[in-house]
């Protein structure tokens, strides 16, 4: 097993999320430091329209939980279908710009740190988006067994994530060594920050979920993402 991850490493982490909000979706709309040429792009964005398709196949309705919804380029997907949504994530700034972007009175924020939060009653679905590689190893099956108490049983249950893939990142970044769980990444104007990133492999998250009250099926698209759908017990 690697190193495990230090209380310090998950601060550092909630900062660099916090300084990077207005520079995220540079990221996911493949732009400067991430625009890998048209080729690339055009795989990447093909493969986002997969994740979509296998999102709106669940039919997630109801009241729904967003765990680290960010600058809320999953919940304005979610907003179309759904009845509420709670939106947690510890940076205000991304809250910020999320509540700005989607504009939706059936959105509630709440800022708070997911590692040491829970919800006061169950939801009908729970999605979360590019979290759970920044999950430690070591508090994976605790936040997995974690989520199952948030959602009802029969609840419907969505993840979205990366796979290893050096071009999904920026330019000027490398991914983490293979026995290493942690990755330095970069804003634009040069600051370094350490954080957590983990790449999951499908068969071992899907056994993980099932240990934790969740049948969820595990997929990869052909380059980028990995995605979990399912329910719970």
Same mark, same amino acid.
């Given at each position: 097993m690697s190193e495990l991850v230090s209380e310090q490493t998950l601060q550092t982490m909630m900062t660099y999320y916090k300084e990077r909000a207005a520079e995220y979706d540079e990221w996911f709309y493949r732009q400067g430091r991430y625009d890998?040429?048209?080729?690339?792009?055009?795989?990447?964005?093909?493969e986002v329209e997969e994740v979509s398709r296998a999102l709106g196949e669940l039919k997630i309705e109801g009241d729904v939980l967003e765990l680290a919804p960010g600058t809320g380029i999953w919940t304005e997907k979610l907003v179309h279908t759904t009845t509420t949504i709670t939106a947690?994530?510890? %940076? &205000?700034?991304?809250?910020?710009?999320?509540?700005?972007k989607v504009g939706s009175?059936?959105?509630t924020y709440l800022q708070a740190d997911l590692f040491n939060w829970q919800p006061a009653r169950t939801y009908d679905a729970v999605f979360f988006g590019f979290f759970i590689s920044h999950v430690p190893l070591e508090r994976l099956d605790a936040f997995l067994a974690s989520v199952a108490t948030m959602v009802r049983p029969g609840g419907k249950v969505?993840?979205?994530?990366g796979r290893r893939e050096l071009s999904s990142t920026a330019v000027n970044h490398q991914l983490p060594a293979q026995d290493s769980q942690v990755m330095v990444r970069k804003l634009n104007d040069g600051r370094a920050f350490e954080i957590v990133k983990n790449f999951y492999d499908p068969g071992d998250? %899907? &056994?993980r979920c099932t240990r934790a009250g969740l049948d969820i099926d595990v997929r990869e698209t052909a380059t980028y993402f990995l995605y979990g759908t399912g329910t719970r017990r």
């Open positions: 890998r040429g048209s080729e690339s792009n055009a795989r990447w964005f093909a947690v994530d510890a %940076s &205000a700034e991304m809250i910020e710009i999320n509540r700005a009175e059936r959105v969505f993840f979205v994530d998250l %899907s &056994a």
